[in-house]
């Protein structure tokens, strides 16, 4: 009797990852993995890590820096940066706004302006492939979004301009100027990547943790109190045991109540949540119901 061989499912979502980024590395010249130090692009270094030992990661971590982040997930991406000897690039919205490249938004979100530094970072690099973390759970736009996205000499992503992916061929065709955006957690969702963390006792930020902080209520969500994010006008701050499910921008990511305070109560507590973590947390998608296509379109992640 021949023994029945099977793949767990995280060994398939880690096998096609690892197959996407051989791939990319095969075909393009210039790739750059998008590392922020929150835990979609900690899992996706440790997969680059996977598939390239006992080389070294032969292509760099850019982060487009928005100025308004935890120092927490700083504190951790420079240290994993370090460990790991790859060559970080920050492109720097501060530095974009003092030079003129973009202005400072009335409303203090960054978000937004981080497109034009991101794309003038891939011109000034030569960027042709961009490894981004993004997951089809996470919302609308991106769930339309292909493994290998396609984004035109001015960086815009054209939903109806997508190549197919048939049997996991992928065209990586590119003319001068024009990139590629490779997502290669496309199919793995927000509890995959806390079964993958704990599989492989990965260590991230402790704000993924519960943990005590000052914060206030802005429409239902649980901002922090910090230097970009000043209290409005009759607001009240109190202290909240929260964690966060995703980090961007402090100014406009929120927490979410929380006792989850090791892996095996978060992944509890993510099997039993019915909200994406950017629907619970991300107020720069509430400004409309197309706010990431939109951004996407412009150039964005």
Not at 55 to 75: K, S
Not at 127 to 152: C, M, P, Q, T, W
Not at 205 to 229: K, S, T, W
Request: glycine share 6%; charged share 30%; net charge negative.
């Amino acid at each position: 009797m021949t023994a029945a061989y099977r793949v767990s499912h995280l060994d398939a979502l880690e096998a096609e990852s690892i197959f996407i980024m051989r791939e990319v590395v095969a075909e393009f010249e210039r790739p750059v993995l998008l590392f922020s130090g929150g835990k979609d692009s900690i899992v996706m270094l440790r997969l680059a890590e996977k598939a390239f030992a006992p080389a070294r990661i032969p292509f760099p971590v850019m982060h487009v820096d928005t100025g308004h982040n935890f120092p927490e997930v700083l504190a951790f991406r420079d240290a994993r940066v370090e460990e790991l000897g790859v060559q970080l690039i920050v492109a720097s919205v501060p530095e974009a706004i003092a030079s003129g490249l973009v202005r400072e938004p009335a409303d203090g979100m960054r978000n937004r302006i981080q497109t034009p530094v991101l794309l003038d970072a891939v011109e000034k690099y030569r960027f042709d492939a961009l490894f981004g973390g993004a997951r089809r759970d996470e919302e609308k736009a991106r769930a339309k979004e292909r493994v290998f996205s396609f984004r035109d000499e001015f960086g815009q992503w054209d939903p109806r301009n997508q190549r197919p992916e048939l049997w996991s061929l992928y065209n990586a065709r590119v003319h001068p100027g024009e990139s590629i955006r490779v997502f290669p957690l496309s199919n793995w969702t927000e509890l995959d990547i806390w079964h993958y963390i704990a599989r492989e006792r990965i260590a991230l930020p402790e704000i993924y943790f519960a943990h005590d902080r000052e914060v206030v209520d802005r429409g239902g969500m649980l901002y922090a109190v910090n230097e970009f994010l000043p209290l409005r006008a009759g607001e009240t701050p109190f202290v909240e045991k929260v964690r966060y499910r995703t980090v961007g921008d402090a100014s406009c990511t929120a927490a979410v109540k929380s006792d989850a305070d090791t892996i095996e109560k978060v992944i509890e507590e993510v099997a039993s949540t019915r909200i994406t973590e950017r629907g619970a947390t991300r107020g720069d998608d509430k400004v409309s119901e197309a706010a990431m296509e939109d951004r996407k379109r412009e150039g964005y992640f």
